[in-house]
């Protein structure tokens, strides 16, 4: 089992920055996948951005160019800056790592963390 606890949300003015951390522990094998999804009330999850075992990174056309992804895969950890915060990036962010034993994969999630962006 693996588990993931993220850091880093608030409450940030429009125009400011946010770093949020995503901390893995447990049963580790190998972390591939990792990254960063989002969920307001009343609407699906949605990708924000996810980068590879080997730093190749996707975004959604929403951030690019504001937010950043990127690992440390010694701590087990993901982070996200975000730039240039807009209200419609409130939502509660969420982590999610996939760990593979070699033979299976194993997706996991964090709790969320609540990102509020005032005008």
């Known amino acids: 089992q693996v588990q993931l606890v993220e850091s880093g949300g608030g409450l940030v003015q429009a125009g400011g920055s946010l770093r949020l951390s995503c901390a893995a522990s447990?049963?580790?094998?190998?972390?591939?996948?990792m990254g960063w999804y989002r969920q307001t009330p009343g609407k699906q999850r949605e990708l924000v951005a996810t980068?590879?075992?080997?730093?190749?990174?996707n975004y959604a056309d929403s951030v690019k160019d504001r937010f950043s992804i990127s690992r440390d895969n010694a701590k087990n950890t993901v982070y996200l800056q975000m730039n240039s915060l807009k209200p419609e990036d409130t939502a509660v962010y969420y982590c999610?790592?996939?760990?593979?034993?070699?033979?299976?994969?194993?997706?996991?999630w964090g709790q969320g963390t609540q990102v509020t962006v005032s005008s």
């Open positions: 999610r790592a996939v760990n593979s034993d070699g033979r299976y994969q194993y997706q996991y």
């Open positions: 447990g049963r580790i094998f190998i972390l591939n996948d």
């Open positions: 980068i590879t075992s080997g730093d190749s990174t």
